[in-house]
């Protein structure tokens, strides 16, 4: 059984710092990585893909991959509370297995 | 990325009936997915949808309960049939993007679903 694993969370982190994500998967030989937004009562929106280890960068975003240690992290510099969402890390290709998400809560 | 809608938005079932929800995309894609999210919880894949085959379905999920039509590349629908509570759900199809060579997943706004 492929499996993700986030904490629930809640983050909670001022506005102006950066929030760190976590993310970690059991499937071995998983190739894809994402990162999706999902604000309440909204569908999930991609925010970052990333394919291979190291980080990737995209303007506030950084998303890390570690493969040997099965792990992805999101970061997210200079948060504001448009922000404030649940994180979901999904893995897979095609098929993705989503974790339960990171409600993340940037106040004022 | 594609742009994706769904109807209903959202509906209010009685128990043993069925729904059927719409997914139009405005381009051609070739894999349709659709996934189920529960009250509360993560989102689960309930099965992928290529014109031409039939729906490959997900351990849990049966054609019978979640018979899926994919007419052609730019529709897809999903029916839950025989609705109990336990179908109570947001579901939301999505669809692959290829254009930047790897695949990535975009969501429809989804289908908010109780059953009384």
């Known amino acids: 059984q492929k499996e993700v694993e986030q904490n629930s969370g809640p983050l909670s982190v001022p506005e102006g710092a950066i929030a760190s994500l976590n993310c970690t998967y059991s499937d071995r030989v998983s190739q894809s990585f994402f990162w999706y937004r999902q604000y309440s009562g909204k569908s999930p929106e991609l925010i970052m893909s990333?394919?291979?280890?190291g980080d990737k960068e995209d303007g506030r975003f950084t998303a890390q991959l570690n493969k040997a240690s099965q792990y992805v992290s999101l970061l997210i510099r200079d948060s504001q509370p448009s922000d404030s969402a649940t994180y979901l890390c999904?893995?897979?290709?095609?098929?993705?297995?989503f974790g339960t998400g990171t409600r993340l809560l940037v106040s004022p | 990325s594609a742009v994706i809608s769904q109807k209903p938005s959202r509906d209010i079932c009685q128990r043993g009936t069925s729904l059927t929800i719409q997914c139009q995309v405005d381009?051609?894609?070739?894999?349709m997915f659709w996934y189920r999210q529960q009250p509360g919880q993560s989102l689960t894949l309930i099965a992928t949808?290529?014109?031409?085959?039939?729906?490959?379905?997900e351990s849990g999920f049966v054609i019978d309960k979640f018979p899926i039509s994919r007419p052609n590349l730019t529709f897809s629908t999903l029916t839950v049939s025989n609705m109990s509570p336990e179908d109570s759900s947001i579901y939301l199809c999505?669809?692959?993007?290829?254009?930047?060579?790897?695949?990535?997943?975009?969501f429809g706004p989804g289908t908010r679903l109780t059953v009384l």
């Open positions: 381009s051609q894609v070739t894999m």
């Open positions: 999505s669809v692959e993007d290829k254009r930047t060579g790897v695949s990535t997943q975009y």
């Open positions: 949808a290529n014109q031409g085959s039939e729906a490959t379905y």
């Open positions: 990333i394919y291979s280890n």
């Open positions: 999904a893995v897979g290709f095609q098929k993705l297995v």
